[in-house]
Nanobody, 123 residues
Framework: QVQLVESGGGLVQAGGSLRLSCAAS????????MGWFCQAPGKEREFVAA????????VYADSVKGRFTISRDNAKNTVYLQMNSLKPEDTAVYYC????????????????WGQGTQVTVSS
């Protein structure tokens, strides 16, 4: 089993940056693909980015390409989401998730989820 804890959210002005972290428990972290999803009030959860267990494959939503970067450090059991050029529409709760099946954009592919961290971007 994998337990996930996100951190790094907060309030930032438009154009600013944040780096989210997701710390995982368990010795099998490196065998899971990891993903980031976000959910704004009144909206469904949306895919943001995913990374394979080796880090060699990265997938991004079109809305964040060129602005966000996903990475992982298997030695630290941690996955990161570097968020640059933030926009007010990026405001949401951001969740990390773990999947055995690979870096997918579909939320039901992920077996484990964190509790989420709030990101608020002011205009």
């Amino acid at each position: 089993q994998v337990q996930l804890v996100e951190s790094g959210g907060g309030l930032v002005q438009a154009g600013g940056s944040l780096r989210l972290s997701c710390a995982a428990s368990g010795r099998t972290f490196s065998s899971y693909a990891m993903g980031w999803f976000c959910q704004a009030p009144g909206k469904e959860r949306e895919f943001v980015a995913a990374i394979s267990w080796t880090g060699s494959t990265r997938v991004y939503a079109d809305s964040v390409k060129g602005r966000f970067t996903i990475s992982r450090d298997n030695a630290k059991n941690t996955v990161y989401l570097q968020m640059n050029s933030l926009k007010p529409e990026d405001t949401a709760v951001y969740y990390c998730a773990a999947a055995k099946s690979g870096p997918r954009s579909i939320s039901r592919s992920y077996e484990y989820w964190g509790q989420g961290t709030q990101v608020t971007v002011s205009s």
